[in-house]
């Protein structure tokens, strides 16, 4: 069974520049999350989807951010225009209902 | 608000010492607890579930409790390898997020 994969693993944008990540949960998983670690700090929650809905957005960090999951499969999540603040590590998570979350490597963005 | 946090945030043993490293979560009311590792540049990867009714869960040489009432978990690490340098993190489930501690960055050395 393929784990949670996130592309790309690493990405270097100057600021002011759009950056889309992408997030394959394992298949079947109806819910995905998505967290991220800034520089020196614990990871924090994002957002939750159920399929395509959005459960739960309560950690976007401002409207610069903007994520989708179309068809309740893979999700994206678009930051526009990036600052240098946004720069960390972005995981993606999947579970099956509200079960284990198993986590992909990461997105490591760097806003320069 | 849900807070957890871990103790020490750095360690650095001998090969073969037993480990205890610390979670502490301000609300008892968790839905379950999670540990996993993390190694340098890499993802999370899951170590234990322990679900809300359980006080323990076990994998080869870890061990880790749940406390609810004290709002402390422990993981156990016995007869450590340098293999086993990297950071942990607990993770307490509040409803359908998580909310991670800084984690322990522990060091095993030959």
């Known amino acids: 069974e393929a784990g949670v994969t996130q592309f790309p693993s690493h990405s270097v944008i100057e600021k002011g520049q759009t950056v889309t990540l992408r997030c394959d949960p394992i298949?079947?998983?109806?819910?995905l999350y998505w967290y991220r670690r800034v520089m020196g700090k614990e990871i924090k929650f994002l957002l939750h989807f159920v399929k395509e809905s959005k459960q739960d957005e309560s950690g976007m960090p401002n409207n610069r951010f903007l994520a989708e999951r179309t068809g309740g499969t893979y999700s994206t999540l678009k930051v526009q225009p990036a600052e240098l603040e946004d720069s960390g590590v972005y995981f993606c998570a999947s579970s099956h209902a509200l079960g284990e979350q198993h986590f992909g490597d990461g997105t490591r963005l760097s806003i320069l | 608000k849900q807070e957890v946090t871990q103790i020490p945030a750095a360690l650095s043993v001998p090969e073969g010492e037993n480990l205890v490293l610390n979670c502490s979560f301000t609300?008892?009311?968790?839905?379950?607890l999670q540990w996993f590792r993390q190694d340098p540049g890499k993802g999370l990867t899951s170590l234990l579930l322990?679900?809300?009714?359980?006080r323990e869960q076990t994998s080869g040489r870890l061990n880790a409790s749940l406390d609810k009432s004290s709002g402390r978990s422990t993981l156990y690490i016995a007869a450590s390898q340098p293999g086993d340098s990297a950071t942990y993190l607990c993770a307490a489930y509040n409803t359908d997020k998580l909310i991670f501690g800084t984690g322990t960055r522990l060091q095993v050395f030959p």
């Open positions: 322990i679900q809300s009714s359980q």
């Open positions: 298949s079947g998983h109806d819910n």
């Open positions: 609300d008892s009311a968790i839905y379950n």
